[in-house]
C-alpha cells in the first residue's frame, strides 16, 4: 500500500504520516519496532533467568518460544514471508532482532553442550525450526482448518499443542541421559 491511502484508511492527513514517521520505509521500521518490544521480552528473560542450570534455561526458553508462537503468529509469517526474499527488510530484521537472538542461543547451546550430549544441529537451522516450524504452524490456521486439523487450534487445546511443540523439539536434541 502507499502512504497515501494508508492515511486515508486512518482517516488521517498524508502530512501527517510524512512529518511523524517519515518515509514508508521508516514507518515499517517503527511499526517491527513497537510489535518486538512488546512481544519478545518473555523469550529473551529465559536466557537470564535466575536460578536455572544451563539446561533448565534451555528447557524453558523453547517451551516460552513455542508459546510466543501460538501468540505471535502473525509475527512468524512476516519472518516467513520477508525471509524468502534478499530486501532490506530482512535485512533489517537480522540485523536488529536475530542475530542478537542466535548469538545468545549459540552461547546457551554450547553451555549446554559442554555438561550434556545435544544431537548436533545448527544455531541457523534450528531457529528456523522453531519460528518456521512451530510459528508456522501456528499462523497458518485456513490452511490447517482445510487439512481438518480442527480443534488442536482451539483455545482449550492451545497449551496442549505449545507443549507437545516444546517437549518434541527438546526430545530431538536432547538425548536421554543412561
Not at 535485512?91 to 553442550?113: C, N, Q
Request: hydrophobic share 45%.
Amino acid at each position: 500500500t502507499t502512504l497515501r491511502e494508508l492515511a486515508k484508511e486512518l482517516g488521517v492527513s498524508h502530512n501527517l504520516l510524512n512529518v511523524r514517521f517519515g518515509t514508508k520505509e521508516d514507518l515499517w521500521r517503527r511499526a517491527v519496532d513497537a510489535r518486538v518490544v512488546r512481544i519478545a521480552p518473555p523469550v529473551f528473560e529465559a536466557f537470564d533467568a535466575s536460578g536455572l542450570e544451563e539446561e533448565a534455561r534451555l528447557r524453558e526458553l523453547v517451551h516460552r518460544f513455542c508459546r510466543w508462537a501460538a501468540e505471535n503468529g502473525e509475527f512468524a509469517a512476516l519472518s516467513y514471508v520477508e525471509g524468502r526474499r534478499a530486501t532490506w527488510r530482512i535485512d533489517y530484521i537480522v540485523a536488529a532482532y536475530l542475530r542478537h537472538f542466535k548469538e545468545k542461543l549459540e552461547a546457551l547451546l554450547g553451555s549446554v553442550a559442554e555438561q550434556r550430549p545435544v544431537h548436533p544441529i545448527t544455531t541457523s537451522a534450528f531457529m528456523a525450526m522453531l519460528v518456521q516450524g512451530v510459528g508456522f504452524y501456528f499462523a497458518s490456521q485456513p490452511m490447517l482448518d482445510r487439512l481438518g486439523v480442527g480443534e488442536e487450534l482451539e483455545a482449550g487445546h492451545i497449551e496442549a499443542q505449545i507443549d507437545m511443540f516444546a517437549d518434541f523439539i527438546l526430545a530431538a536434541l536432547l538425548p536421554r541421559q543412561p
